[in-house]
C-alpha cells in the first residue's frame, strides 16, 4: 500500500532525547496545571484538525493552487508542532516553560520533513491518485499530533526514568510494536520511538501507550482524557478518571463474561456499569465520549474457543501461561504465586500483575488441544 507507505514519517529528532533535558528542573506536581495544559493542547489539536481539513478542501474545490495549499499547511504544522511539544514539555516540568532554540531547530527540521509528505499529498489530490480517502489519510496527520506532544513529556522526565512500551487494547499488534514491547524496558536515550509517530508498521493507527517506572510518572491520567475527549465539557480530574476507569473496566467485564456464559444475569450487570458510566459523565458534565465500543473486544474474546479455554478455577502451575483481560486491556502472564483466587503473574516487561480471579476474565492453554 504505497500511499500508507508516503506516511512513514519522524515525528521528533531523538538528539532531543540525548540533552539531558529533565535535569535541574522541577516536575509538575499541579493537576490544575496539568489540566490547563491538557485543555490547550486539545484545542490546539482541534485547531490543528480543521485548519488541515479546510485547506484540503480549498485544495480539492480548486479554491487555492497547490503553492498556496503548501504555504497554509506549512504555516498549520509549524504552529501545531511548537505548540504541542511545549504543552508536553510543561506537562513534565514547571521551570523551563518556553521551547528552547535547539528544540525550535528540532522542529523546523520535522516540519520540513513532514511537508515533503505534504507534497506528495498534495500531488495525489491534484491528479487524484492514491487510494485512501483524502480526510482519512489527512487525519492520520492529526493523530500524528499525540506523538509530538509525547516528545515533549519524554524529554522532560527525569534522567533515571524506566520507560515502558504498553501494547494498546487488542490483540492484532503489528510486529514493530511487539518488539517495542518485548524489548522493553527503555531510556530516555534508547527508545525507538513514541506510540503514532509513524515509525511502526501501524503508523498512527497505534493504540500503544508509554508507562514509566518513576514515582509521579503515571500517565493515566493523560492517556483516558486523549483517547477519550469530546469536544464540550469539563476535563476530568484524576479522581474521575479513576471512577471511570472503574466502571469501564466493570463494564467491559460483564460484558465479555457474557459473551462466555450466555447469561442474561451477565448482560444486566454489564448494562448497568456501562448506565452508572454515561450517568457519571452527565453529572459531572465531563468531556468524555459516552460510547463503550465491544465489537472487536467481543471478536478478540470469540476467538480464544480453539487452544485456550475459559476458566474460574484457579488450580494453575507456576510458570504457565494465561491470558488476562484487566477490563478491555489484554495481557499475557506466566504464573508466578497463587494464593486462592488471588494471582501474581509476570508479564512481557517483566513486571508482576496481580488479579482476582472473580473480577477477571482468564483463558489458560487447553492442554488436550
Known sequence: MPDLIDHLFEKFSKSIMKKNKGVATTPNNSSSLKNQIISSFILTKNNYSRELKNNLSGL??????KDEYLILQRSAIKTAYENSYLAGKTYSQTTEMTLGDDERRSLAYQTTQEMSFMTKFADDVINQGGKMNYFKRLQMYVDGLNAVFMAGRVAY???????IWQLGETDKHCVDC???????????KTLPTLPR????????????????????SD???????????????NIPSENAVENLSALRDGFYYWRGLSEIDQEKSSVDMANEYRQQYVEYIQNQKLAVKKD????KYLAEIRKFNK???FTRIPDFEVAEVVCVYFGIQQYYLSIRNINGNIITGRN??????????????????????
Not at 511487539?178 to 530516555?188: C, E, Q, R, V
Not at 493523560?222 to 469536544?231: D, G, H, Q, R, S
Not at 463503550?292 to 465489537?295: D, I, K, Q, R, W
Open 197 to 216: 509517530a509513524g515509525n511502526s508498521r501501524c503508523l498512527s493507527n497505534c493504540h500503544c501507550r508509554l508507562n514509566y517506572r518513576f514515582i509521579g
Open 307 to 309: 487452544g485456550f479455554m
Open 292 to 295: 463503550l465500543p465491544v465489537s
Open 178 to 188: 511487539l518488539s517495542f514491547a518485548a524489548n522493553s524496558p527503555y531510556s530516555k
Open 219 to 233: 500517565d493515566k491520567h493523560i492517556n483516558f482524557v486523549l483517547e477519550n475527549y469530546v469536544a464540550s465539557g
Open 348 to 369: 512481557i516487561y517483566g513486571e508482576d500483575m496481580t488479579f482476582d480471579m472473580t473480577e477477571t476474565i482468564v483463558f489458560r492453554l487447553n492442554k488436550r488441544v
Open 157 to 163: 522526565l527525569p534522567e533515571q526514568v524506566e520507560i
Open 60 to 65: 480539492i474545490n480548486g479554491k487555492i493552487s
